[in-house]
């Protein structure tokens, strides 16, 4: 007699594995057709096979994963490569991105966007489009020619039609835009429609070559610091990927679809999302650079990796301004890098090493606490009991 | 001392930090050292020098007058010097300027609000309660301090402090001598410089300013005596004379009443003495050097760095009973041996206690001596006493031979070992071997555990370690021993297996259905120990009997094996015709039977091999290692009975391979010259995003890129299967397809940073091409291929693009290596406790459940739906799917 789905459900809910495999057992069940006593064997058995493959209590887990991580860095290569699907834009990949990770950059040497837009627009070429020109920044020099004149002491800008329809941006917002930012008179010029003429506070050369170059910098439109966006077609969707990351911003702008959208720049991440984000974002990012490489890591190394940068509530760094340098104990600091320096701060704030690491007892010479020296065996005196 | 029975190692506990205040030094002193002279004219030690025998001894024949120890046995004693006037430790620089900042200069209350000074010491509690380091608080209580212009308690007025390198305060205009400063500290209230986040119990501000120097034993700083019979003594000697001979003439120069002038410079003098002598390398002052004009090694230096204490003495150790020499290949040993060579074997020693059961063994080994093997070389007798094991001596030694006595024996067949090769970059590059003594020079080792190791014969070293304790051969055989890491905890795979002549074996031997003869096939089996041949799969046409490459190799599997998988050589096709393929790349093992598909990398390969995984995943380690054996040995033979070479002929390519070959680069030329023309002629639309030089430059990248895989094509066509390189390439043993290419059809493009070759002469590479021409030939492009030679340019080019190869990986060693080392130091404390969380050493909980599934990435497949799949399917009877 076969049990009911709901009565095979509330068995295994309550099982310690993981929920994937609760998934299929379910189905598994649901499709043959258990009986409740098949079922009980069925779990006893999962059981069994689950408990089997657990590791082990005192096992080292973490020199495991560290070097799990490490030893393929010596097969990686150092080139950056075209970003795998977008050769329009550049990433770091390889050992320098995962040194990047590790070492929690705040600013990443190629941060990068990938965009996805609202459901109802996605597959809308235009609005992806227009939704493209929302977010990368646009400067003078993609509107126009900035001419200087140094008879009248002014910059003379020739705004190209064309550009300005295709980016949605017009004249006014233009003039608005670059008072706000130069802090100088600019006005439309009087006898050519698309010129703009903008005058220096006072009329000195020096002023008007560093308006020049000033004038070139401000972002008419778009996200400063976004300086390309490049849309591609996925599937059904459109995706846009920007050249520079501002992910606060970008999540503002309407169309943007804010549960997928993501970037590459973990601190990022982390200031917007939180840090249970930002641990799934490095395990992401290291997990996407190893695989890319060829290499097949163990997520769960990884993740070791990202629970220890992350567990304190903030990003920290894999070495001496982070995980290293916060250690309890004096030795194991003193072993990693600045030595001295360790030294005379634990003299001066007394400081007491309880010798709990396996640096500080190899320093002392005595077994470490980690894997079989951590087991104590007590024999029972027979003469009790 | 009985040193029969072993006393118990004391435990250290834990370790105080503290400054040591001078009356501490005085303590701890032995003498007060006053003369810079080390020795007398006799060469013995002067009473209350620097060498003085209550220091320590490090001569030979003299005995320590503070412990009665021999050189060797007495530890040392510190000493001390008076120092005529305080001096600054360099090392407290930074902490003086900070303090002296924050403390009134009239009251030397710290120059914060009780409240605010109750404030930060809870803060500090709470840091301290939650076990973290205290340096964000302390900077900010100095920085608050700072801001203080008035003394809330005296209301005196402050002033600024300047600090000049090296040990200078200025004071409005006025330098601070140490001794002020020292008093002011000595103002300072206990409960200011808890707020300091000092402890004032083990350190109190004054102790940062020397009055009294201790001066290291004897034994810290030993003299060496030169052939010449001069001693040379020790850097740390040569300092400490400097400060006594200062210390001498500034107290002589004060009690005679010298000027002021005098006064100061001699007191900045002792300062710098001083100074070097903690540290040699402060910025601002020149480093103290000796005669020969190389900077002295100081207290500083000798901790710091790679060489220095900590890294090089305290966290490496150097040990004994260790041997290395060049490892070659043997395939006839298991994976879990290892060859050591006789020589070696005869040095090695374990050492084994006498009790009444090997009384008689024992004296076996003491008969034979050092010199056959395996005999002893050592005894240790009750006493403690070290004998050597001679040819005069032997049957003496082996007579008296008692209970409880240890007999170092030599090395022989079965022990276990620790077998390393560095760089030791995971667990797997120190394995538990078992010694196999052999005749030769070198270590000998199953060529299928290179991978682990990244070991290969082209001279490599290998390290062994022969273990000394019971604990440790237990350990190492139960958790290093070569079967058990099979599978790397890195990706669950096998990082052990076949490589290069096993796969390329085993690849012959099971493609197609070749008829083995009777002969032929207990030949394959001889060393695998299968003892009954299976049914023939049919009968020649004279009546004999043979037998299938795929038969032969099923003899090896585990009976109950089930596997299907697509091999190596699969061509990737669309719909994966199953059993079906013609090209005999779905493997399918039924029961411990090969049905179809060829063995290849992907079936017994390091890192790929699925027949591997499943055996050590579901037949244990033991049955793993066993086939790993067992597959290296019929894959040699396999190898032996078809024979595979690869000689230059091998690349040979018919002559209208040829023609088709440089008619494709020809068209490929054509085509690169079509793109320049219209690059030129602003023909060509720049990509999305990209500048028009990138777009053209990216095109002909492309087109060439494209051209040299169709020569490569070509080639392989006309090469054929049989071809020995093809043969490599697709099952995986060694070699790619693109390797083949480069040899016999094209080398292709070279580049630097994926670029095409850019730089050289003014707009062109080489001087014979002209300016900004963008064509394959002056950009790197290489037509030739190896076989037939590269011309010049060629040749440079390709030596360009070599050349990053080159420094890409030399860079990246280092680079990663850091990395690791990162890594490791991060990582290290971390495991997994018996409740299932991740803990490190103050016990905060890094993961609740050990990679969110507590599971372990070598044990199984437990995370594959098929494992529930086949429980289900195997309790109810019914099939799943």
Not at chain 1, 296 to 322: F, N, P, W, Y
Request: hydrophobic share 35%; net charge negative.
């Amino acid at each position: 007699m076969t049990i009911s789905e709901t009565t095979v459900e509330g068995m295994i809910k309550d099982l310690p594995i993981p929920h994937n495999l609760k998934q299929v057992l379910l189905e598994d069940a649901i499709k043959v057709g258990v009986t409740k006593k098949e079922m009980e064997e069925i779990i006893e058995r999962v059981m069994e096979e689950y408990e089997k493959s657990c590791v082990e209590p005192c096992e080292a887990v973490g020199v495991v994963s560290a070097q799990s991580i490490g030893e393929p860095g010596t097969q990686m290569t150092m080139r950056t490569f075209h970003y795998a699907g977008v050769a329009e834009i550049n990433v770091t990949l390889g050992l320098p991105r995962l040194i990047e990770i590790v070492d929690a950059r705040k600013n990443p040497s190629t941060p990068m966007m990938t965009v996805y837009l609202d459901e109802e627009i996605s597959d809308d070429r235009d609005m992806a489009t227009k939704t493209g020109w929302e977010i990368e920044a646009t400067h003078i020099d993609h509107l126009a020619d900035v001419t200087t004149d140094l008879a009248n002491m002014q910059l003379v800008i020739d705004l190209n039609e064309r550009s300005m329809s295709k980016r949605e941006i017009d004249k006014e917002s233009i003039i608005e835009k670059l008072e706000e930012n130069l802090k100088v008179s600019v006005a439309p010029s009087k006898d050519i429609p698309n010129q703009i003429i903008v005058t220096p506070e006072s009329p000195s050369y020096r002023e008007l070559l560093q308006l020049a170059k000033k004038i070139k910098t401000v972002t008419l439109k778009g996200i400063e610091g976004i300086k390309r966006v490049v849309i591609r077609k996925e599937g059904d969707e459109y995706i846009l990927y920007t050249e520079g990351s501002k992910l606060r911003e970008v999540l503002e702008i309407d169309g943007v679809n804010k549960t997928r959208t993501t970037t590459n720049n973990i601190g990022e991440i982390y200031d917007v999302f939180g840090i249970e984000a930002a641990r799934n974002a490095i395990i992401k990012e290291a997990m996407d650079t190893l695989r890319e490489q060829g290499l097949s890591v163990d997520i769960r190394h990884i993740m070791l990796v990202a629970d220890i940068m992350t567990c304190d509530g903030e990003i920290k760094q894999i070495g001496r301004h982070g995980i290293s340098g916060e250690k309890a104990s004096v030795f194991a600091r003193a072993a990693f890098e600045v030595t001295v320096n360790h030294l005379l701060d634990a003299g001066l704030r007394g400081e007491v090493d309880s010798l709990n690491g396996v640096s500080e007892n190899i320093i002392v010479g005595q077994p470490i606490k980690l894997g079989t020296g951590d087991v104590h065996l007590v024999a029972r005196n027979p003469l009790e009991s | 001392m009985d040193n029969s029975i072993p006393s118990i190692p004391k435990r250290i506990g834990s370790i105080q930090f503290g400054l040591l205040s001078p009356r501490e030094i005085r303590k701890m002193s032995v003498t007060s050292i006053i003369t810079a002279d080390t020795y007398d004219d006799d060469g013995y030690p002067i009473d209350m020098g620097l060498m003085d025998l209550r220091l320590g001894v490090i001569d030979p024949g003299l005995r320590c007058k503070t412990c009665g120890g021999r050189a060797g046995e007495c530890p040392g004693h510190f000493g001390h010097i008076e120092l005529v006037a305080p001096v600054i430790h360099v090392g407290f620089n930074k902490t003086i300027r900070k303090v002296l900042r924050s403390v009134c200069s009239n009251c030397s209350r710290l120059l914060l609000e009780d409240k605010k000074k109750q404030a930060f010491l809870e803060q500090f509690a709470k840091l301290e309660d939650m076990t973290h380091l205290p340096d964000a608080v302390i900077n900010e209580v100095f920085k608050e301090a700072r801001k203080t212009k008035v003394c809330p308690y005296c209301d005196h007025e402050q002033s600024e402090i300047k600090f000049e390198k090296p040990t200078d305060y200025i004071e409005d205009g006025h330098k601070l001598t140490a001794t002020e400063i020292r008093d002011r500290f000595e103002q300072i209230p206990d409960e200011d410089i808890k707020v300091m986040g000092m402890n004032p119990a083990t350190a109190r501000p004054e102790w940062m300013i020397l009055t009294v120097l201790p001066v290291p034993p004897v034994t810290v700083r030993p003299s060496i005596t030169l052939e010449s019979g001069q001693r040379s003594e020790d850097d740390l000697t040569h300092k400490l004379v400097d400060i006594i001979r200062i210390n001498q003439r500034f107290q002589e120069n004060r009690d005679a009443g010298a000027p002021q002038l005098i006064i100061e410079d001699l007191w900045e003098l002792l300062q710098y003495h001083v100074t070097t002598f903690f540290d040699n390398e402060v910025s601002g002052v020149p480093p103290a050097r000796h005669r020969s004009g190389r900077p002295l090694k100081t207290l500083t230096q000798r901790l710091k760095g790679k060489e220095g204490r900590f890294r090089g003495s305290l966290s490496g150790k150097r040990v004994n009973f260790s041997a290395r020499t060049v490892v070659s290949p043997d395939p006839n040993l298991s994976i879990n041996e290892v060859g050591v060579p006789l020589a070696i074997a005869k040095q090695m020693t374990i050492p084994v206690r006498v009790f009444s059961r090997n009384l008689e063994l024992m004296r076996a080994y003491i008969m034979r001596g050092g010199e056959e093997h395996p005999g002893a070389n050592y005894v240790i007798r009750g006493d403690g006493r070290r004998i050597k094991v001679t040819e005069i001596n032997k049957e003496e030694l082996a007579e008296k031979l008692e209970l409880g006595w240890i007999v170092e024996r030599q090395m022989q067949d079965g022990d276990i070992v620790l077998f390393n090769r560095q760089p030791s970059l995971h667990k797997m590059s120190i394995m538990a071997h078992r010694v196999k003594v052999l005749p030769d020079k070198t270590f000998k080792l199953n060529p299928a555990v290179c991978p682990p190791y990244n070991a290969d014969f082209d001279g490599d070293e290998m390290n062994m370690h022969v273990l000394q304790t019971e604990e440790s051969r237990a350990e190492a055989s139960i958790l290093m021993q070569v079967q058990e890491n099979i599978l790397s905890p890195r990706f669950g795979g096998p990082i052990i297996g076949g490589i290069h002549d096993h796969i390329s074996g085993m690849f012959l031997l099971t493609r197609n259905e070749k008829h083995i003869t009777k002969n032929e096939a207990l030949e394959l089996l001889r060393k695998a120990e299968i003892h009954n041949l299976p049914e023939p799969a049919g009968y020649d046409k004279d009546g004999h009997p043979f037998w299938t490459g795929k038969q032969i190799f099923s003899q090896i599997l585990p009976d109950g094996l089930d596997l299907e998988f697509q091999a190596n050589v699969c061509n990737k096709c669309d719909t994966c015709k199953k059993l079906d393929c013609e090209y005999d790349a779905y493997v399918v093992i039924r029961n411990g039977e090969l049905i179809k598909g060829t063995i290849d990398e992907k079936a017994i390969g390091a890192f790929k091999g699925m027949i591997l995984d499943r055996i050590t995943k579901k037949y244990g380690s033991a049955a793993g290692a066993k086939f790993i054996d067992d597959v290296t040995k019929l894959a040699t033979r396999g190898v032996m009975k078809t024979g595979l070479s690869f000689g230059i002929s091998d690349e040979d390519i018919p002559r209208e391979a040829r023609l088709n070959i440089d008619e494709e680069i020809a068209k490929a030329e054509q085509d690169v010259a079509d793109l320049i023309r219209a690059y030129e002629n602003k023909e060509l639309d720049p990509l999305p995003g990209r500048t028009l030089d990138e777009t053209i430059e990216l095109k002909i990248m492309q087109t060439l890129g494209k051209a040299r895989d169709r020569t490569g094509a070509i080639a392989g066509n006309h090469l054929g299967l049989e071809n020995s390189a093809v043969i490599m390439a697709k099952s995986g043993a060694r070699g790619s397809m693109l390797n083949l290419t480069q040899m016999a059809a094209c080398v292709g493009q070279q580049a630097v940073r994926g670029e095409r070759i850019r730089r050289g002469y003014a707009g062109r590479t080489l001087p014979h091409f002209d300016k900004g021409d963008l064509g394959a030939d002056a950009h790197g492009f290489v037509k030739s291929s190896y076989k037939s030679g590269l011309n010049p340019t060629e040749y440079f080019f390709h030596s360009i693009g070599g050349r990053e190869g080159l420094v890409d990986t030399a860079v990246r060693t280092s680079q990663s290596g850091y990395l690791q080392r990162r890594l490791v130091n991060a990582l290290q404390d971390l495991e997994v406790q018996y409740d299932g969380s991740v803990r490190e050493t103050r016990g905060v909980i890094v993961q609740f459940k050990y990679g969110e599934d507590g599971i372990d990435s070598t044990k199984s497949d437990y995370n594959d739906p098929a494992t529930i799949h086949k429980i289900v399917s195997s309790v109810t009877g019914k099939e799943v799917e």
